[in-house]
């Protein structure tokens, strides 16, 4: 498998972290999702339950420092993510009136480096130092994949990020596998899954289940009962299309779907004092995407 490849199948590592670090090959991102509206239960004696919707919008920059330059490529990038969601207006206790709009901010700057060992072994390390919310920290990741077979490499590995709300180190299980011409199997356990079906050039069909989270530090009129964080994830399964309209670089990207489990929790001291248990919603997400 050449350099460009290991690229290809390596660099889904990334995808386990809040954000994509960059996705496969893609040099722009531009999305935005939606989720819909549901009721949270709001403890400790509320008078009423707090409707949650959530929406996002991302963009993702990414540059190829070094390009196939003898075994090592590092990757730059940027990233910002903006998720607007209803949040209880007051206390926990006692809280009666209708939710507050509050956008919720993650900003970082990207650093992956990828080099090949040998004719089978690519390793990848990721660090993502930014704001993830009202705080600063560093997130990231190391990664080896190995060629099994000229269809099919394995990879694992281990992340410290937040894609499950709160900020764990993660074990990782890689997969990408060709079992035909048009079908790409492409999965990074726990975090995410897809299966593409490519049935003509230009056009991808897959099925996509996916994990995207983040802990976000929380500003003083963000904090709730003394909370200085908010847990907030959501696992989602739903079909997936890749459209490029001239067989060309830029890629429209549409998916829809359900969620299938949620995460909404303020923290404080490290401890979860509340939790708001939202329900399954539809959700959808639409971007467009240039690749290298």
Excluded at 82 to 91: T, Y
Excluded at 114 to 129: D, Q, W
Excluded at 179 to 191: C, E, K, N, T, Y
Excluded at 230 to 249: E, Y
Aim: hydrophobic share 45%; with cysteine.
């Amino acid at each position: 498998m050449n350099l460009r490849l290991r690229i290809a199948a390596a660099v889904a590592v990334a995808s386990l972290l809040p954000c994509e670090l960059i996705a496969q090959r893609e040099r722009l991102i531009v999305r935005t999702e939606g989720f819909g509206a549901t009721p949270v239960t709001v403890p400790a004696g509320s008078a009423m339950a707090n409707e949650h919707a959530q929406q996002g919008v991302q963009l993702t920059l990414a540059h190829r420092l070094v390009r196939q330059q003898g075994s090592t490529v590092i990757m730059l990038g940027a990233q910002w993510r903006g998720v607007r969601a209803d949040l209880p207006r007051s206390g926990f206790g006692g809280s009666t009136g209708p939710s507050d709009r509050t956008t919720l901010h993650v900003a970082t700057a990207d650093l992956m480096l990828l080099r090949t060992s040998g004719a089978k072994h690519t390793l990848v390390g990721v660090l993502r130092p930014g704001l993830y919310g009202d705080g600063f920290r560093v997130e990231g990741a190391a990664f080896v994949d190995r060629i099994v077979s000229p269809r099919t490499t394995i990879g694992a590995g281990l992340s410290y990020a937040s894609s499950f709300g709160q900020l764990l180190p993660i074990p990782v299980v890689h997969v990408v596998a060709r079992p035909s011409r048009r079908i790409l199997v492409d999965a990074l356990l726990p975090a995410r899954g897809d299966v593409w079906w490519m049935p003509r050039k230009g056009l991808d069909l897959g099925l996509s289940a996916a994990l995207a989270g983040a802990q976000y530090g929380l500003t003083t009129s963000q904090r709730r009962n003394g909370a200085e964080a908010l847990w907030l994830a959501n696992a989602t399964l739903g079909p997936q299309l890749r459209w490029a309209p001239r067989g060309g670089k830029l890629q429209v990207t549409a998916e829809a779907g359900m969620t299938v489990v949620r995460r909404l929790e303020y923290v404080r001291d490290g401890r979860s004092i509340a939790d708001l248990a939202p329900g399954n919603v539809p959700y959808a997400r639409l971007g467009v995407q240039r690749l290298f």
